[in-house]
């Protein structure tokens, strides 16, 4: 569609955007107030960011949270991405339906119950629950994440640059890692941001999993925020917004600048012909 | 070489293995827990580590598993049904969830309506701006609102800073505050499919309504509407579903008498440590969710095989 | 009868009239099934060294079926595949000694010009600086040398098919195979690529086989063509062969344009055969001998421009003449084509082309003129219904 936006649309677009962002742009602003009531503007001050870097729990229960998340979307981006390849590429085989269902299941299914499930099934197995368990859970739904990133990007891809790797003599693992991995790792880095930040966020699937000394910073969130809002939380959440917004926003730039660069190419190389 | 049966992509059995990985992954950490839910769903509260039994204990062998089986009941379910508590807290989640989404529809459709409108150039940083509360944690963004919603938060500071109240409406801790927060937590999951399908609608298809006598009002109910039809059924289903077992917003925004299925079965997980009523509170949520993820399902496929 | 030769002779190369000359690549009773659909039936051909021989047929022929079979991307249900008297069968791709150039190029976008021709080199483990001096002659015979550094989105689509041309010539395989490599150019491109595929297949003397739906190209390029209909050969032969002795129907309406006159066989002799059309009842008599029986129906096909077109009326007891009415005149610029009604019907046509020599045309033929149309005796190619 491509006609001039009326004033009907500039309004609902800027309520709509006001609507998203107001509330995080007064929790950024408020992370900032003097006064210990959250709502009532004391003057300028950074002292809660000071102050956090005295919560040695806090700390703790972020590096918890980096190295569950980091490790969880490494392992449910090789997943994910084996996951997207059989997806596309198997056909037919004996349980497609099932994998297909398994896949996209998690991404709406409620996260209490994949919580309660997952605990369930290690204390079946007689696992004791801590920072490997919470790892094993991020793991599992945010694979499904990464196959269904990295899929829409295999959808488009031209099987025949592959079968004309190994038409020229190379062997299929390979031709993998040289041509097909290449070709979709925007995807894959996509997918891994994705399980990065979805590890990063949760809640409540870490709530059920998680065992003593595996205390994760959302959980630390939650337990203060029960308590009452408190400025340093807001300086908590304020640090976690600026940090994805930045890589966001930087990831998003790269890839624009990159596709800017690709037409304008492409534009130069049309009409060379003739 | 006699390997009639070789297909292009040979694998070897390492390499079957590997493709397997994915599979047994989901198989021991999706559907197996399932399993183990609905297997202790029939178990009973006990007083032991794990707190139910019968326990499955594979060390007694296919004895004990008889053994367990005999022992099993539908005693929770039957409770389910007499305490009014379970089932009221159903029919009130999906009656939250139900009109949540219906307000996400009616905030969310001008949103991408405006987005599809929009010249060219804006709409990757439109899109952009829709996407980043996504990546941003949605406990923060539930957060972010108790300060503005409670009785000396910023909203009522505002509404009687302009004098158009005296006294602080109550919102925080009520059903309203928990609408708010499902309306905002998931307003980018229907803009997303919306502004998709909007967007793919061809400009000339109102042009050409138009050039047959019909007004642009009429235009938007007859043609816009109709089409952008997939994504507005995609967009709801991915605020329904999630919303009816939603845990977070109305344990920080809803109030003591708000009820909602997922925080009922984390209370009665943590609180009351009942792990086989939380079980069969699961396994009913689950089979309440199971048909709309199908119809999900059916029209995701629908949807790309128009594409493809 | 003594034989004529058909066409022009474009070089002393026949290996395929000697029956002793071992082939170079050959299908035994190759046969391929996905599921219930049978796309190439129990086919047997046989290709020689250094033929640049084509495939042609319409969409879902079995022609790239076939082709990707030799590739090793398909393996036959049944039959054999030789290339230079090794069984095939078992052997994956990445070891088989013949390169593909793929329809859709299947260029690596991740590569520049210069290391998507070295890959294939690369995985042969060829020595650096050889495959640096391979690299570079194949850039100069595909006149890339400026864009070596290129990546593919940076080409137009002629550069990229030239590149797709280089990558899988690099590694000199004993057959390139061609997967409809011009389909892509446009029509301009197309004829010029033709002439430098043709070019370079003799520079290099190698085996080319091609894939391809445009009966122009395949008659362009190669020495033999092999027709295909339903996953079956329909005829192989040489162009000229399939242009002006087809030996079939299908193959006469395929190739080119032709008129299909439907007739009764009524004599037949040494000196060859008499039909009667079934319409209009003209008498044609051509020096073919023909398997068919007297009263037998059979199909006359004749090409429109061997068909000759006058003003006036049959004269009477002549025979390869028939009276038309004009019923169409299409001016092509080099050709004109004249449809002229010769039944009741107004299928019942017959086309006629001639050349447009000279640019101002004195009395021109036009619509509903009563004409005669005649042919010669040898014109024409008796097939059996």
New interface residues.
Partial sequence: MTRGPTWFNITSLVLGFSFLYLPIVLLVIYSFNESRLVTVWGGFSTKWYASLLQNEQLLDAAWVTLRVAFASATIATVLGTLAALILVRSGRFMGRSLFSGMIFAPLVMPEVILGLSLLLLFVAMGTARGFWTVMLAHTTFAMCYVAVVVQSRLVGFDKSVEEAAEDLGCPPVKTFFLITLPIILPGVIAGWMLAFTLSLDDLVIASFTTGPGATTLPMKIYSQVRLGVTPEINAVCTILVGLVTIGVIAASLVTKRQQVQRERDERAAFGADG | MSEQTATPAKRTIGGKLLIAMPYLWLLVFFLAPFLIVFKISLSQIAVSIPPYSPAIDLAEGWQGLVEAFREFSFENYIWLTEDALYWKSYVSSVVIAAISTLFTLLIGYPIAYGMARSPQAWRPTLLMLVILPFWTSFLIRVYAWIGILKNEGLLNQFLMMLGLIDEPLVILNTNIAVYIGIVYSYLPFLVLPLYASLERLDGSLLEAAEDLGCPPWKAFWKITVPLSLPGVIAGCFLVFIPAVGEFVIPDLLGGSNTLMIGKTLWVEFFNNRDWPVSSAVAVILLMILVIPIVLFQNQQQKMSEKEG | MAKKSIGPVRREFVPWENSDHPPFIEFRNVTKKFGEFVAVRNLSLKIYEKEFFALLGGSGCGKTTLMRML?????PTSGQIFLDGQ?L????????P???M???Y?????MNVEKNIA??LK??SMPAQDIEARVSEMLRLTKLEQFAQR?P???????RQRVALA??LA?RPKVLLLDEPLGA??R??REETQFELMNLQEELEMTFLIVTHDQEEAMTVADRIAVMDKGELVQVATPAEIYEAPNSKFVADFIGDVNLIEAKVTEKSDAGTRLVSVVDGFVIDSEQETEAGLGETVWYAIRPEKVRIAQGRREEGQVNQIDGLVWDIAYLGDVSCIHSKVGEDDHDTIRATFANISRMVENPITWDDEVVLSFDRDAGVILKG
Avoid: C, V, W
Wanted: proline share 7%; charged share 25%.
């Fill in positions: 590739a090793g991307f398909e393996t069984d069968a078992g052997i994956p791709p990445y070891r088989r013949s390169n593909m793929f329809q859709s299947a260029l690596f976008p991740h890959f294939g995985q042969d990546k989105h940076q080409l137009s689509g002629g550069q990558r899988s590694k150019l446009d301009k491109l």
